[in-house]
Structure formats: C-alpha cells, structure tokens
C-alpha cells in the first residue's frame, strides 16, 4: 500500500550491529504497529503505539525498541542484530472507527537478515 | 489462551470453483474479525470484515460467514482465478483492540 512506505526494503547485517527500520504513513491515522513475520508462525506484533506519546509492548518486544517520532512516523531498532531476527518485518495503520477498531493497512515490508 | 488458527495450511482449488478457508478463533469477546490477502513479496491487504453482531457479509466474489456459536470463521471466494493465489489470514480483535492473526493458509489454483 503506497500509503504506508517502509524504508528499507531488504537489509542483510552482522551479528551485534545496530538497525533501525522506518516506516512512514500518509494516511493520517493514529495508530501504527510493527510485525514480524517467520514461515510458519503468521504475522507478530513487537509494538504498537495509539498516538504520539503512546507507546505499547506486543507479544514479542524483547530486543526491539521503538520511536514514535510524528503521528506520521514509527521507527523500529534492533539494538544489537541476533541471526534468529532474520525475518520480513512489516509497518502496519489503523484508526479508531465509530464501530470501533478498524482495519489496518500494511506497508510492504522489510526483509531483514542478520548474519 | 487466546488463539486465532487455521485448518489447513494449503489448498488447492481448479480455477473456477468456489473456494471455502475456513478459521476457528478462541476468544469470544472478539468484536471485529477481517479476512487479509498477502500475494507473495507483498504486505497483507484487507479483503473483507464482519462485526459481531452480523453473522455474513458480502463483498465483490467473496463472502464470510462468522459462527459465534462454535466460534468459527470462514472466507467463501467465488469462481477462484488465478490472482486469487495467495496466503490468506484471519484475524481478530479483541476489545482490547491489539489485533491476532492466525498463521494462514496458501490458496493455490490449479489450471
């Protein structure tokens, strides 16, 4: 989805460095996620933020961290790279509907491998 | 603990058949399920939702069903075609609003 753009695409890195995966929206929503996604194990969540200030742990943080630097802008780091991080990452948007959650819209993702 | 899964991981369909995939999920406070497309080197798209207090909806070619009862939900593609060739996933979301996926299934067409 052009709205929602992840930069970069494909990453190859080495154990222990520092990456930072950016993920930039123009669809004006105020909430935004970042996954992981490993063959076999479905899409996982790592963060998620509801706003600006808001900031949440998923069901796999550990060894990422996030920035919400603009309602437009969320940033994932991998502080120091482990190979079984090697995986297709993906930015994803909602907001709030007056039914409630509502759908969210997927960048196009980040393959990243960590030699 | 809270899941959302798949029946079968793979199936094959002939083109222009209907195709049927079907989910279970285990949490019955989830109010918002939604059916995605994910083509291969791309992000999942949305195809299709449905609310709690509906039990069908329908869209272009394709139609769910959500069964409270037995906690089941299933994506119906009319007259499969070849770019319907895909890993589709449900998913839902509890009132907590943090969103689960299940770990999808491939459609494959066979000519």
């Known amino acids: 989805d052009a709205d929602v753009t992840q930069t970069p695409r494909n990453r190859i890195t080495k154990t222990g460095k520092r990456i930072m995966l950016e993920c930039s929206q123009t669809?004006?929503?105020?909430?935004m996620y970042w996954y992981r996604q490993d063959p076999g194990l479905g899409l996982r969540l790592i963060y998620y933020?509801?706003?600006?200030?808001?900031?949440n742990k998923g069901e796999i943080s550990d060894g990422y961290s996030v920035s919400r630097q603009a309602q437009a802008k969320f940033s994932l780091s991998l502080e120091s790279a482990i190979p079984n991080q090697t995986a297709l990452y993906f930015c994803?948007?909602?907001?709030?509907?007056?039914?409630?959650?509502?759908?969210?819209?997927f960048g196009p993702g980040t393959r990243l491998t960590v030699l | 603990g809270e899941s959302v899964g798949l029946h079968l991981p793979t199936l094959s369909v002939q083109e222009g058949d209907n195709s049927i995939i079907n989910c279970a999920y285990s949490n019955s406070a989830s109010d918002y399920f939604i059916w995605y497309k994910q083509e291969s080197g791309k992000g999942p798209q949305f195809i299709i939702d449905?609310?709690?207090?509906?039990d069908k909806r329908q869209g272009q070619r394709v139609t769910v069903l959500l069964n409270k009862t037995v906690k089941h939900l299933s994506l119906q593609i009319a007259a499969t075609q070849p770019g319907d060739s895909a890993v589709y996933f449900c998913a839902e979301i509890p009132r907590d609003d943090k969103i689960i996926f299940g770990k999808g299934t491939r459609l494959h067409i066979l000519p």
């Open positions: 449905i609310r709690s207090n509906m």
């Open positions: 669809k004006g929503h105020d909430r």
């Open positions: 994803a948007t909602s907001d709030l509907t007056k039914q409630g959650a509502g759908e969210q819209f």
């Open positions: 933020s509801f706003d600006v200030k808001d900031i």
